[in-house]
């Protein structure tokens, strides 16, 4: 085979693996033919692994191209390996059939509490280091370990499983396999390792790239990556690196003078060697198999606890760790495509945001919180929600109300970190009409960057099926690895609306609002809520607030400032979410009823620049009279008077974190006639085991044996002294329900089981009281005002999305979005990537819209009209 010396610098002028595949398939049982669930699929010694799934499925994602070696574990069964050739466009789909364990496994030995401790102990000194004694790494799962006992008191080790550590410093969790070995013997462990990251900790991070990047750069593997750059500093001797491609795409045949001696510093020596006549790696020097390289000096002790993983970016971090931060590298520019521009009441509005960076180095160190605003033309905020950005980018859809009122509005996206910057922030002109209503037609231009489209057909009939393919290339016609998002419309019943601002323009850098040091907005890893405290009067007020998170999974305790603003940050929930806020006053500590809380929101930049909207014209196309919005008045009918409605039934609250409760006693059975007594003895004739003894005021209500915790519309009313609900001290169950109209308990929720998410308050069980309205007195509510808000939002697909027009009567004809993808990807392995949708009945012409951003940063986008009338 051709040799050449080393010149790679092309393959690191920025570090990637190039193209990527998945690996995916289904585990079953050989002899059964039934899927296997919890199998764990891992490439050892990297981060890529899944579990399968209740049919068996599993995926690994994002591999890079090569040769690779998957394993398959579940305990009881053989251990499974394969070797996978990954191609990128070409599927893996793998059919993996295990057979169960011939051999019986180990029993454990009888042991005392004492003697096992020990035991583990002694089996952690073994994995981790005799003499290591550093607090941040963990055995998580002790009890999976197996001691069977052999003669001379030894003990002989398994596990049920891997056994699992985690090292707080790097941010890894280590599975080990391993096979049986005798305790004390100090025989070489056979084990293999796979990697977990655990939780980013926004306060550890830091912390944790520099210990990753330390750990890397004392492995063979860094050594091996400059020897693939041609590089031979800190080796002992020349090492006269060469390398050859290797037989697929993705490995390469490294070959170096050995053995070869590397100089680690403080009399450190480490030895390189490898059998036969190359070392096949990948292209950052990780090896594609470990058993023909051969390790000596301190490289023979490294402990895989204490390492990364053999596809770790170091050369990223490296970049990152020489990189000075300051304001043009730390930019965020945004940009923001919708579906289109104009819209009816109740219809979503689907938007995809890319964030466009200084130095894409930077983007794992900037904001992960994107905020969409509905904003009408007074500057009111009809909608403000949040969405996680992901490596750069953000999608998902806002849901309209059924306005009454229609016309100009502003769609207003951004980012905290993006405002320190002049043109942070985003606007979109949104029109929302009446159906009778849209805006002028407007010219569609031909443009087109990098991008191009093509169909199946040349025309189409009403109601068929259109193939499209879409193609991201370079200046030579070659395919391009870009992130894309697609909107097709029916020219029918929408109107082409231009953009205020391209890609292009939204791209362009950046000015400052001052030095870095001087920026008033943090990066947000996770969205803000802020508050308020009022008196009875309406005026802010300072004060301490106690926060139950969706009811004990967080308690947080903040105090005000003087004008009563306060705020928890750095949320992360997903979905709908619930706070319950009780405040008093900090010199009095009286209780302050007064309580606001939202997601933060940042001012405006552009407020009061002047919007263009095309004009409003009457609809080509009217909808049914039937379904209008507004039918005109008949002969004989009357306009009434407007009535307002000044309370309204709110739905009942949703389900608790207690789950399915024993016994739900609804009061419209009861026969109530207002005293507490006596709907406390009603209440305990329809649930057994609760016991009420005593009369008013020395009331005695017992459940499993001592007093219940209760709450009322899931904020808890009552507890025990030192407890988390200290201001609560004394107050009794009886007290609770002497507090509350029982005319307004809409049902009673009783859990006589322990509830152990509420720790030692519920040991008793719990007594929990849904009230008919929102709108009890919150004097008679212990003082807890509750919230229901929501974080980010789970990504649903289009078509899900759009079932919500079903509900809408007035919008069921109708379908001016015929397709939208924000998650199209073009990964430079195939010319053009196919699309499907079907026309409305009606034919016609149709827009596609696509917009997106290349690997490197750049802009693509471009805007057609197919299916036209000849």
Same mark, same amino acid.
């Given at each position: 085979?051709?040799?050449?010396?080393?010149?790679? =610098?092309?393959?690191?002028?920025?570090?990637?693996?190039?193209?990527?595949?998945?690996?995916?398939?289904?585990? %079953?049982?050989? +002899?059964?033919?039934?899927?296997?669930?919890?199998?764990?699929?891992?490439?050892?010694? #990297?981060?890529?692994?899944?579990?399968?799934?209740?049919?068996?499925?599993? @995926?690994?994602?994002?591999?890079?191209?090569?040769?690779?070696? @998957?394993?398959?574990?579940?305990?009881?069964?053989? !251990?499974?390996?394969?070797?996978?050739?990954?191609?990128?466009?070409?599927?893996?789909?793998?059919?993996?059939?295990?057979?169960?364990?011939?051999?019986?496994?180990?029993?454990?030995?009888?042991?005392?509490?004492?003697?096992?401790?020990?035991?583990?102990?002694?089996?952690?000194?073994?994995?981790?280091?005799?003499?290591? #004694?550093? *607090?941040?790494?963990?055995?998580?799962?002790?009890?999976?370990?197996?001691?069977?006992?052999?003669?001379?008191?030894?003990?002989?080790?398994? +596990?049920?499983?891997?056994?699992?550590?985690?090292?707080?410093?790097?941010?890894?969790?280590?599975?080990?396999?391993?096979?049986?070995?005798?305790?004390?013997?100090?025989?070489?462990?056979?084990?293999?390792?796979?990697?977990?990251?655990?939780?980013?900790?926004?306060?550890?991070?830091?912390?944790?790239?520099?210990?990753?990047?330390?750990?890397?750069?004392?492995?063979?593997?860094?050594?091996?990556?400059?020897?693939?750059?041609?590089?031979?500093?800190?080796?002992?001797?020349?090492?006269?690196?060469?390398?050859?491609?290797?037989?697929?795409?993705?490995?390469?045949?490294?070959?170096?003078?050995?053995?070869?001696?590397?100089?680690?510093?403080?009399?450190?020596?480490?030895?390189?060697?490898?059998?036969?006549?190359?070392?096949?790696?990948?292209?950052?020097?990780?090896?594609?198999?470990?058993?023909?390289?051969?390790?000596?000096?301190?490289?023979?002790?490294?402990?895989? $606890?204490?390492?990364?993983?053999?596809?770790?970016?170091?050369?990223?971090? %490296?970049?990152?760790?020489?990189?000075?931060?300051?304001?043009?590298?730390?930019?965020?520019?945004?940009?923001?495509?919708?579906?289109?521009?104009?819209?009816?009441?109740?219809?979503?509005?689907?938007?995809?945001?890319? &964030?466009?960076?200084?130095?894409?180095?930077?983007?794992?160190? &900037?904001?992960?919180?994107?905020?969409?605003?509905?904003?009408?033309?007074?500057?009111?905020?009809?909608?403000?929600?949040?969405?996680?950005?992901?490596?750069?980018? +953000?999608?998902?859809?806002?849901?309209?109300?059924?306005?009454?009122?229609?016309?100009?509005?502003?769609?207003?996206?951004?980012?905290?970190?993006?405002?320190?910057?002049?043109?942070?922030?985003?606007?979109?002109?949104?029109? $929302?009409?009446?159906?009778?209503?849209?805006?002028?037609?407007?010219?569609?231009?031909?443009?087109?960057?990098?991008?191009?489209?093509?169909?199946?057909?040349?025309?189409?009939?009403?109601?068929?099926?259109?193939?499209?393919?879409?193609?991201?290339?370079?200046?030579?016609?070659?395919?391009?690895?870009?992130?894309?998002?697609?909107?097709?419309?029916?020219?029918?019943?929408?109107?082409?609306?231009?953009?205020?601002? +391209?890609?292009?323009?939204? =791209?362009?850098?950046? !000015?400052?609002?001052?030095?870095?040091?001087? =920026?008033?907005?943090?990066?947000?890893?996770?969205? *803000?809520?802020?508050?308020?405290?009022?008196?009875?009067?309406?005026?802010?007020?300072?004060?301490?607030?106690?926060?139950?998170?969706?009811?004990?999974?967080?308690?947080?305790?903040?105090?005000?400032?003087?004008?009563?603003?306060?705020?928890?940050?750095?949320?992360?929930?997903?979905?709908?979410?619930?706070?319950?806020?009780?405040?008093?006053?900090?010199?009095?500590?009286?209780?302050?009823?007064?309580?606001?809380?939202?997601?933060?929101?940042?001012?405006?930049?552009?407020?009061?620049?002047?919007?263009?909207?095309?004009?409003?014209?009457?609809?080509? @196309?009217?909808?049914?009279?039937?379904?209008?919005?507004?039918?005109?008045?008949?002969?004989?009918?009357?306009?009434?008077?407007?009535?307002?409605?000044?309370?309204?039934?709110?739905?009942?609250?949703?389900?608790?974190?207690?789950?399915?409760?024993?016994?739900?006693?609804?009061?419209?059975?009861?026969?109530?006639?207002?005293? #507490?007594?006596?709907? &406390?003895?009603?209440?305990?004739?329809?649930?057994?085991?609760?016991?009420?003894?005593?009369?008013?005021?020395?009331?005695?209500?017992?459940?499993?044996?001592?007093?219940?915790?209760?709450? @009322?519309?899931?904020?808890?009313?009552?507890?025990?002294?030192?407890?988390?609900?200290?201001?609560?001290?004394?107050?009794?169950?009886?007290?609770?329900?002497?507090?509350?109209?029982?005319?307004?308990?809409?049902?009673?929720?009783?859990?006589?089981?322990?509830?152990?998410?509420?720790?030692?308050?519920?040991?008793?069980?719990?007594?929990?009281?849904?009230?008919?309205?929102?709108?009890?007195?919150?004097a008679n509510l212990n003082n807890f005002t509750l919230f229901k808000l929501t974080g980010f939002p789970k990504s649903v697909p289009f078509s899900e999305a759009e079932e919500s027009r079903n509900s809408f009567p007035f919008l069921v004809p109708f379908r001016p979005t015929l397709y939208w993808n924000p998650?199209?990807?073009?990964?430079?392995?195939?010319?053009?990537?196919?699309?499907?949708?079907?026309?409305?009945?009606?034919?016609?012409?149709?827009?596609?819209?696509?917009?997106?951003?290349?690997?490197?940063?750049?802009?693509?986008?471009?805007?057609?009209?197919?299916?036209?009338?000849?």
């Amino acid at each position: 085979m051709a040799r050449y010396l080393v010149v790679l =610098f092309f393959f690191f002028v920025s570090f990637s693996f190039g193209q990527t595949g998945k690996i995916f398939g289904k585990v %079953t049982d050989s +002899s059964s033919g039934l899927p296997m669930v919890d199998i764990h699929v891992f490439i050892p010694n #990297t981060t890529y692994q899944a579990f399968s799934d209740s049919a068996g499925g599993f @995926i690994l994602s994002d591999i890079p191209e090569g040769k690779w070696e @998957i394993q398959v574990r579940g305990f009881g069964w053989q !251990t499974l390996e394969e070797k996978v050739l990954v191609k990128a466009g070409i599927p893996n789909d793998l059919d993996l059939k295990l057979s169960p364990e011939t051999t019986f496994g180990m029993a454990s030995a009888d042991l005392s509490k004492s003697k096992r401790s020990k035991l583990e102990q002694e089996v952690r000194e073994v994995f981790v280091g005799k003499n290591n #004694t550093k *607090e941040s790494v963990h055995l998580l799962n002790p009890d999976k370990l197996i001691f069977e006992s052999q003669p001379d008191n030894l003990y002989k080790i398994s +596990s049920v499983g891997p056994v699992f550590f985690t090292n707080n410093e790097t941010g890894y969790l280590v599975s080990i396999y391993f096979k049986p070995f005798l305790l004390g013997s100090g025989e070489k462990i056979e084990q293999t390792i796979t990697y977990f990251e655990l939780p980013r900790e926004e306060s550890l991070e830091a912390e944790r790239r520099k210990a990753r990047l330390a750990a890397f750069q004392n492995s063979p593997q860094h050594f091996l990556s400059l020897l693939m750059e041609g590089k031979a500093e800190g080796f002992s001797s020349n090492p006269n690196p060469e390398v050859a491609f290797g037989t697929t795409s993705g490995d390469y045949l490294l070959s170096f003078a050995k053995p070869l001696q590397v100089d680690l510093g403080a009399g450190s020596k480490g030895i390189l060697d490898y059998s036969g006549e190359n070392l096949e790696v990948k292209i950052n020097g990780a090896p594609s198999s470990f058993d023909r390289l051969k390790l000596g000096g301190t490289f023979a002790d490294l402990n895989p $606890i204490f390492g990364v993983p053999s596809n770790f970016n170091a050369d990223r971090l %490296t970049k990152l760790a020489n990189l000075e931060k300051n304001a043009e590298v730390m930019q965020e520019r945004l940009y923001v495509q919708t579906d289109r521009r104009h819209y009816w009441p109740a219809e979503n509005i689907y938007f995809k945001a890319y &964030l466009n960076y200084g130095n894409p180095l930077m983007a794992e160190e &900037l904001s992960k919180v994107l905020h969409v605003e509905l904003l009408d033309s007074t500057g009111y905020v009809w909608i403000h929600q949040v969405f996680e950005i992901e490596d750069g980018f +953000s999608e998902g859809h806002l849901a309209l109300p059924d306005l009454s009122e229609t016309g100009s509005f502003l769609l207003r996206s951004y980012t905290a970190w993006g405002l320190n910057y002049k043109q942070g922030e985003h606007y979109i002109p949104i029109q $929302i009409l009446n159906h009778q209503s849209q805006p002028e037609a407007t010219q569609i231009p031909k443009e087109s960057l990098k991008v191009g489209v093509f169909s199946d057909k040349e025309s189409y009939k009403g109601g068929e099926k259109v193939k499209l393919n879409i193609m991201a290339v370079d200046e030579n016609g070659s395919p391009i690895q870009a992130n894309l998002s697609v909107s097709v419309l029916d020219l029918n019943q929408a109107v082409y609306v231009p953009e205020s601002q +391209s890609i292009a323009q939204s =791209f362009l850098p950046k !000015t400052t609002n001052g030095e870095i040091e001087s =920026f008033l907005n943090p990066v947000e890893k996770g969205f *803000e809520l802020e508050g308020q405290l009022r008196d009875d009067s309406g005026k802010p007020i300072e004060g301490s607030v106690k926060a139950f998170v969706n009811g004990y999974d967080d308690i947080r305790n903040v105090k005000s400032g003087r004008g009563g603003d306060f705020s928890f940050p750095a949320s992360n929930f997903q979905g709908d979410f619930e706070i319950s806020l009780q405040a008093s006053t900090i010199q009095s500590g009286q209780p302050i009823r007064t309580i606001e809380l939202d997601l933060k929101s940042y001012p405006r930049q552009n407020a009061s620049e002047n919007w263009k909207f095309p004009a409003v014209v009457k609809r080509g @196309i009217q909808p049914d009279p039937k379904i209008r919005p507004v039918i005109p008045m008949q002969e004989g009918e009357i306009l009434l008077e407007e009535t307002v409605v000044e309370e309204k039934k709110e739905a009942s609250i949703g389900p608790m974190i207690y789950g399915t409760p024993d016994k739900v006693v609804m009061t419209e059975n009861m026969n109530v006639v207002g005293t #507490t007594i006596q709907f &406390l003895y009603a209440l305990s004739a329809q649930v057994s085991g609760l016991r009420i003894v005593g009369s008013p005021p020395n009331v005695s209500v017992s459940l499993r044996g001592g007093e219940p915790l209760v709450l @009322i519309n899931g904020a808890p009313a009552n507890g025990g002294s030192g407890t988390v609900l200290e201001g609560n001290s004394g107050r009794s169950v009886y007290d609770v329900f002497e507090s509350v109209n029982v005319f307004n308990i809409e049902r009673v929720e009783v859990i006589r089981r322990l509830v152990p998410q509420y720790g030692d308050l519920g040991r008793n069980g719990l007594i929990s009281i849904i009230l008919k309205t929102g709108e009890q007195q919150r004097a008679n509510l212990n003082n807890f005002t509750l919230f229901k808000l929501t974080g980010f939002p789970k990504s649903v697909p289009f078509s899900e999305a759009e079932e919500s027009r079903n509900s809408f009567p007035f919008l069921v004809p109708f379908r001016p979005t015929l397709y939208w993808n924000p998650l199209l990807i073009s990964d430079g392995s195939r010319l053009s990537i196919p699309v499907e949708f079907y026309l409305n009945e009606l034919p016609g012409p149709i827009l596609i819209e696509i917009r997106g951003i290349t690997d490197l940063g750049q802009p693509i986008y471009g805007t057609f009209v197919l299916n036209q009338p000849n």
